[in-house]
Structure formats: C-alpha cells, structure tokens
C-alpha cells in the first residue's frame, strides 16, 4: 500500500532536524505553527510562530551541548495527523535522558500546523530539563 | 486509501466501548503484551489475554463503568496502529479528563503489544491513587 505522503514530510523533516539543518527541517511549517511542550520543566509551554519554536530548538541544542538526537522507529500519517514512534537520547552535565516517545503533529494542506510530544516518562523529561 | 489496520482498530475500540470482550482479544494475539506506564497503581506489563482482561475489569471497576475513551484520530501501516484519543472516567469524586497516544505493534493483523503515552501522568497517578 502506498505510503502517505505526509509519512515522507516528516521523514524529510527529522532528517533536516538532526543534521542541523533548521531552514530545511522547517520548510513545510505553517506561519501560525504552535509547538506544545508537556510536562513541567522550565521548557514546558506553547510556542507559537516558526521564530520561537527555532528558538526552543537551539535551547535545547545548548542545554545538550549538542548531545541530544531523535532514533526514528516508525512515521505514520494521514491527511490530518502523523504520529512518529520514536527514541530521544541526550546528555546533559551527568545527567542522562534514553526514552521512548510519541511525537503528534497536526496538518492541513501538507503544512504542519501544531505539535504535541508525550513521553512514556514524563518525569523522567522533566528531571533531564530541570 | 485507509489501511486495513486503522478500520481493525477502530472497531476494537468500538467493541471496547460497548463491552465486548470476545471482539478486542480476537485482535490479539496469544502471547500479547499491555504494557501500562507510569507510576500509577495499575501500572507494570500485563501478559496474555486473561492479564489484559483483568487489567480491563479492574479499570471498570474503580471507575463504575464511567471510563470512556474518545478516539480523535487512528493512524495505521502493517507494523503499527497508533490512536490519538481522550480519555475521561470519574472515580470517588475525582476526575479523569486528558490525552493520550495508543501505541499498538502488530503481526499479521493482530496486536502484539501495547503501550499508553500519557500527556498528564501526574494527574492519572493522583486520579488511581
């Protein structure tokens, strides 16, 4: 069965995202994307725009000092919705974060319009953030 | 065109809504595994049918049936079937009301395991308490 083509976007993106490229990993955002950060951390909260939510990135890029990557199991999409089943490492000073989360993306017209991430231990993000 | 895992999902949750057992572990298979996460008192790995039903007849039991779960969206391939979906239930006064993702790995068409991403994990905890 053919693959969604919302199913390559996010591959395209993840890809983009981990070899730093932000311009790339971007490109197919709404202007009034919206990223939600669960939890209870100090980077939990809504950013709103392309500019904030780069911003977000390059604070996480910083908190890790680079160490922080995303192992992609599995992409699925529809029109509406993809969900990517995936794993997130990263260090920061000694502490170490090795979870297994679900990242939920909104579409509409092929553009991504908003993002949920929810971990299978939240607390476990919130300490690593905290 | 909609794979044939999201119409087989879709219809377990809808049997799962009106009670029919028979229909959602027909979806099994025989050595399935419901992995409940969090630090809740339900939480840990359920193995085989009869531990999942348990773990079912346990969730209608402390919440007198009142566990309800709104499916959003269903997405599915051949390996996987994840839903987007609400879930609510009343217990002793308290009150359920958050999101999740269902996160199911398939073989053949039926479920070898299971895990529940919770966006509010504290407030589940606090709520089985």
């Not at chain 1, 699925?76 to 990242?103: F, G, I, M, P, W």
């Not at chain 2, 298979?29 to 359920?46: E, F, I, K, M, Q």
């Not at chain 2, 997405?75 to 359920?96: C, F, K, P």
Request: charged residues 30%.
């Amino acid at each position: 069965m053919a693959e969604h083509p919302n199913v390559q976007l996010l591959r395209d993106g993840y890809a983009a995202f981990s070899r730093g490229d932000i311009a790339e990993a971007t490109k197919d955002w709404s202007d009034d994307i919206v990223w939600h950060i669960g939890g209870r951390s100090p980077l939990a909260g809504d950013y709103k725009g392309q500019e904030e939510v780069t911003g977000f990135f390059g604070k996480i890029f910083e908190m890790s000092e680079g160490n922080f990557e995303i192992e992609v199991h599995d992409i699925l999409a529809n029109d509406e919705h993809a969900v990517v089943l995936c794993h997130e490492r990263a260090r920061r000073n000694d502490k170490v974060l090795d979870a297994d989360s679900t990242h939920v993306y909104h579409l509409k017209d092929g553009k991504v319009t908003e993002y949920w991430g929810v971990a299978t231990d939240q607390r476990a993000e919130d300490e690593f953030w905290s | 065109m909609e794979h044939e895992n999201v119409e087989r999902t879709r219809a377990a949750y809808a049997a799962f809504a009106r009670g029919d057992m028979a229909v959602v572990t027909d979806l099994m298979s025989d050595d399935v595994v419901w992995h409940v996460t969090g630090n809740g008192p339900l939480a840990g790995d359920y193995k085989g049918q009869d531990e999942i039903l348990g773990y079912f007849g346990k969730l209608f039991e402390a919440t007198g049936g009142s566990l309800a779960i709104d499916v959003d969206d269903i997405l599915a391939n051949d390996r996987h079937a994840t839903a987007i979906v609400h879930m609510s239930a009343m217990r002793e006064g308290m009150i359920l009301d958050e999101n999740a993702v269902h996160v199911f790995e398939l073989e053949d068409g039926k479920v070898k395991a299971f895990w529940s991403f919770d966006s509010d994990p504290e407030q589940l905890e606090r709520f089985w308490q």
